[in-house]
């Protein structure tokens, strides 16, 4: 891969995580956005309520067997 964003500082990750499968360890490093006033239980009520929306609107269809 290439770096295209090559004028920004470098910046540590906020967060890291290592996986293990067998021999093979993959490392994920995770970054949030600057300057947001979004928390992190704000951004998953959003999650949740998308889901619910979309399971409502699931079992709608399959009542009406469309």
């Known amino acids: 891969m290439t770096d295209t964003k090559k004028n920004r500082p470098a910046r540590r990750p906020d967060c890291v995580t290592e996986v293990r499968r067998g021999n093979t360890v993959l490392v994920v490093s ?13 951004k998953m009520m959003k999650v949740l309520e998308a ?7 699931a079992a709608l269809y399959c009542i009406n067997g469309a």
């Open 30 to 42: 995770g970054y949030f956005k600057q300057g947001t006033t979004a928390t992190a239980a704000d």
């Open 51 to 57: 889901e619910s929306a979309a399971g409502e609107q």
